[in-house]
Structure formats: structure tokens, C-alpha cells
């Protein structure tokens, strides 16, 4: 199947840092790419949909000055955390497709944890 | 938004047992799909399903597409311990489009 690599895994920051997670599709040119927000026992939550050159779409309270998405290939999106603060500690995970498929795939997450 | 209800939350079994678990819709939908999540992991996909009716198996897994197109089913035979996980439930509109997830069905099988 096709791969999503997401980077980094884990991370740990200091409140008021910004934090950068990286999605790229490795075999495959991702037309559009979503990001996901999962809190411990609970289903994901699509946070914003971004298509490659164009701005992202975000979903209805998800800040988008505070939650920054860049899709500036068509194998690399960035979600950027700003102004990290401990309520943003989350499972952060990506998910890619390309226009004529019907299947997503998954990048393996990031943990961020804010101090 | 659309919003899919899935059942069980949770299944504790012992090893050998068969799962079943489902997803129902008040919405249509065009395609769905089974995940499986391990802690600390993003989603795998476990089958997709295309056509209403629609049948397929992967392994021990068997999946359905409900003939309204608002239900889903998978089934788990003879389950292992490696069973153990999340299981998700995922429908989409059109191809390449937004998914809309199911609550999850946390899973634990007994050796």
C-alpha cells in the first residue's frame, strides 16, 4: 500500500514554543492531505483539509492562526502548532490521497506533549 | 456534520472467538472503510468496500456494504491476541474526499 511518513513521532515542548510536524507521501503525489486531532480513547477529528497550492479549509473551531497548514508540494504538508499551550497536547495525525482514489492512508501520528 | 454511529465500544473475547462489529449511517455513503489502530500508531487500513453489497474479505477479516448504503459490518474469525486494538469505521462521499470516522470499537482478546 502507499506510504505516509509523518515526522516527528513524539515531541515535548515548553509552553509558547511552536511545534512543526512534517506529512509526506513517499510513493505516491498526494493531491490533498488532512489532518487529524485524537484525544486518549476517542475517535479522530478532521481539524483542516489542505490541497496541494492552495490554502487549507479548516473545520469549524479549529483556529487557523493557531494551527498553520502548508501544502506546498505535492508530497509535503507542514501543521505547524503555535504558541504550543498544554490544552494543544494531542495525537496529531496526518492522511493522504490522491484525486482518483478512493482509499486514505495514514501517516503513523505525533505525540505532542506541552509543558 | 454526518455523523456515524458505531457498536460495540468495547469487546473483551477470549482467543479463538469471532468479533462482529458495525457502523450505521444516517447519511449515504459512497465508499466504506475498516481501520485498525494500534496505541501510538496512525490507522491501518484494513478493507475497503465500494459497492452496496458488496462482500469482501481480507485474511480472517469479512466486511459488508449495507444495501442502503448506510451500514457497514466487519467480522473478525478466530481472533488472536494481535487483535487487540482499535477498530474504526470510516465513510466517504466521493473519491479522494473527507472522511467521516465512527467512534471506535476498543477490542481485547483474552489468551
Known amino acids: 500500500g502507499a506510504v505516509v511518513s509523518q515526522h516527528p513521532s513524539r515531541v515535548i515542548c515548553k509552553s509558547g514554543t511552536s511545534v512543526k510536524i512534517e506529512c509526506r507521501s513517499l510513493?505516491?503525489?498526494?493531491?490533498?492531505m488532512f489532518w487529524y486531532r485524537q484525544f486518549p480513547k476517542q475517535s479522530l477529528m478532521l481539524m483542516a483539509t489542505?490541497?496541494?497550492?492552495?490554502?487549507?479549509?479548516?473545520e469549524q473551531g479549529v483556529e487557523k492562526d493557531k494551527f498553520l497548514i502548508n501544502h506546498a508540494s505535492l508530497t509535503l504538508s507542514t501543521l505547524t502548532v503555535t504558541s504550543a499551550h498544554p490544552e494543544d497536547s494531542s495525537f496529531y495525525i496526518c492522511s493522504a490521497s490522491r484525486v482518483d482514489w478512493e482509499k486514505l492512508f495514514f501517516g503513523s501520528g505525533t505525540q505532542l506533549s506541552v509543558l | 456534520g454526518q455523523q456515524l454511529n458505531q457498536s460495540p465500544q468495547s469487546m473483551f473475547i477470549q482467543e479463538g472467538e469471532d468479533v462482529s462489529m458495525n457502523c450505521t449511517s444516517s447519511?449515504?455513503?459512497?465508499?466504506w472503510l475498516w481501520y485498525k489502530q494500534d496505541p501510538g500508531e496512525g490507522p491501518v487500513l484494513l478493507i475497503a468496500?465500494?459497492?452496496?453489497?458488496e462482500l469482501t474479505s481480507n485474511g480472517r477479516l469479512t466486511a459488508q456494504f449495507g444495501i442502503t448504503r448506510k451500514d457497514s459490518f466487519l467480522n473478525i474469525s478466530a481472533s488472536i491476541p494481535s487483535d487487540v486494538g482499535i477498530y474504526f469505521c470510516?465513510?466517504?462521499?466521493?473519491?479522494?474526499?473527507?472522511?467521516?470516522f465512527g467512534e471506535g470499537t476498543q477490542l481485547t482478546v483474552n489468551p
Open positions: 489542505s490541497n496541494e497550492g492552495s490554502k487549507a479549509t479548516y
Open positions: 447519511s449515504i455513503f459512497n465508499t
Open positions: 510513493d505516491f503525489q498526494a493531491t490533498t
Open positions: 470510516a465513510g466517504q462521499g466521493t473519491s479522494g474526499s473527507r472522511l467521516t
Open positions: 468496500l465500494y459497492k452496496a453489497g
